[in-house]
């Protein structure tokens, strides 16, 4: 009599999720339009307000040092909220998230594997505009040990508030070829409200109060906390950086945004 066939044991979730980001990562790279948008818009953002703008916002801090926190941040948001609210719609009409429900691969696996995508662009897209900042107007890099773990922390929550945004968003346009107008236009408003181009400290303050309750406010402080001198958080409308609270909004939005996330993704393009 032969011996009963062991069963095969199934890859789990996360080794799964591994696979799937590999697989996100393939298809964001052959993109050459989401490339470009990623990684050169900034750059190209960063070239003509640098060209534009030559004064200074201190004494001794020129403005594409306080531009350059704003893009990183504007940066997360774009590869974070914008690229997944834009992405998912159109995986959804396609009917590819609907194939994806009805295989044993775990839900999660899907997910997964989108965070890796988002974190390992967000991580390039950034670090390619540090060092574009820094050959092209000699923009100083973070100056301590501490504005080095702030840019990483900052970072991270960042790009996870982001993620979990722009999956719980994606559920708001209702066809995949709408989404872009939808979504840009919520980033392009964010951008300007938050501090992004223009020191935040400046703008009105019935503007500053909006900006407020996004994130993108948050991580453009968090940002500046990093690249700017201590000196200049007196310069912030709070007068400081008030890192604890850019921790606490940043980790507020991305507890928000999952409830969102469970509540109302939908895997179909039915309603």
Same mark, same amino acid.
């Given at each position: 009599?032969?011996?009963p066939a062991t069963p095969l044991r199934q890859p789990s979730a996360l080794a799964l999720g591994l696979l799937r980001g590999r697989l996100?990562?393939?298809?964001?790279?052959?993109?050459?339009?989401?490339?470009?948008?990623?990684?050169?818009?900034?750059?190209?953002?960063?070239?003509?307000?640098?060209?534009?703008?030559?004064?200074?916002?201190?004494?001794?801090?020129?403005?594409?040092?306080?531009?350059v926190a704003g893009m990183v941040a504007a940066g997360i948001l774009s590869v974070g909220f914008q690229s997944l609210a834009i992405q998912i719609p159109i995986e959804r009409d396609r009917g590819v998230l609907k194939r994806l429900s009805g295989t044993p691969m775990p839900r999660s696996a899907y997910f997964i594997g989108k965070v890796?995508? =988002?974190?390992?662009?967000?991580? %390039? !897209?950034?670090? @390619?505009?540090?060092?574009?900042?820094? *050959? /092209?107007?000699? =923009?100083?890099?973070?100056?301590? %040990? !501490?504005?080095? @773990?702030?840019?990483?922390?900052?970072? *991270? /929550?960042?790009?996870?508030?982001?993620t979990l945004?722009?999956?719980?968003?994606?559920?708001?346009?209702?066809?995949?070829?709408r989404a872009p107008a939808v979504v840009t236009p919520i980033a392009i408003v964010l951008q300007f409200v938050s501090g992004?181009?223009?020191?935040?400290?400046?703008?009105p303050g019935w503007m500053q109060q909006i900006?407020?309750?996004?994130?993108?406010?948050?991580?453009?402080q968090g940002m500046r906390a990093a690249f700017l001198p201590p000196a200049l958080a007196a310069?912030?409308?709070g007068g400081s950086f008030e890192l604890p609270m850019v921790a606490l909004a940043l980790i507020g939005w991305a507890v928000l945004a999952f409830v969102l996330c469970l509540v109302t993704f939908r895997w179909s393009a039915e309603r």
């Open positions: 009599m032969s011996a996100e990562l393939k298809l964001f790279f052959r993109s050459r339009e989401q490339v470009i948008f990623v990684f050169a818009f900034p750059i190209l953002l960063l070239l003509i307000f640098g060209a534009i703008f030559k004064g200074e916002v201190a004494p001794g801090i020129a403005f594409t040092r306080y531009f890796i995508m =988002v974190l390992v662009a967000g991580l %390039l !897209e950034t670090a @390619l505009l540090i060092a574009a900042a820094r *050959l /092209l107007y000699a =923009v100083p890099l973070p100056q301590s %040990l !501490e504005a080095w @773990l702030t840019l990483g922390w900052v970072s *991270l /929550l960042g790009i996870t508030a982001c945004c722009g999956i719980a968003f994606s559920s708001v346009p209702r066809e995949g070829k992004v181009y223009f020191p935040f400290s400046q703008l900006a407020s309750l996004f994130p993108l406010k948050w991580m453009t310069n912030e409308v």
